[in-house]
């Protein structure tokens, strides 16, 4: 059962653009996380985020969770193809443990 | 230090046959995960260890699947009967602990494929 939404699915963008992936549920999460996943090797994280309505900024990267805990988003500020990969968000529903994933969201950065 | 390492990278083996995955996590971490992740989908639960026992073994799909952690380190998760739907990358992770804010690490993983 997939509970985190993420939309788009797939993202092609040039060089400089901005852009803002979402992930969405009707579930309460303790904390969200969002991991970026290159092909052929494990997601590796980005930000944790626990308080609802937190912002966090990871250079040109600006992560927020929803007030309520149930929804998340990432914003990239002008994208370099070096950003190019599989973006997941996962939230912990229990005090820690099972992270549930959502389908990620595959973005191409082109030159 | 080292990360989590898991062995084979890739696995290829035949519809029925046994299979057997090892993962080795961050040395000192107490917790260990495993992941199944599907052609264009996220990973998904499986089981977690803390310690030597299974905590939660809720996500393992059904009774052919099967891990271990004997002395709280390494794991190895076991698929028996395989099936050409158990074709997926197994994914372990490894934390400290299981707060809902600590990191989890994760390996390569291993690619299966079953014929």
Redesign the interface.
Known sequence: TQLLEQSPQFLSIQEGENLTVYCNSSSVFSSLQWYRQEPGEGPVLLVTVVTGGEVKKLKRLTFQFGDARKDSSLHITAAQPGDTGLYLCAGARNSGYALNFGKGTSLLVTP | GAG?SQTPSNKVTEKGKYVELRCDPISGHT?L?W?RQSL??????LI?FQGTGA??D??LPNDRFFAVRPEGSVSTLKIQRTERGDSAVY?C?S?L?????????????TRLTVL
């Open positions: 989590v917790a995960y992941y264009g989908q996220g990973p998904e639960f977690y905590a939660d809720s996500g994914l992770a934390s602990d299981t707060l809902s804010t600590d990191t989890q690490y994760f390996g390569p993983g």
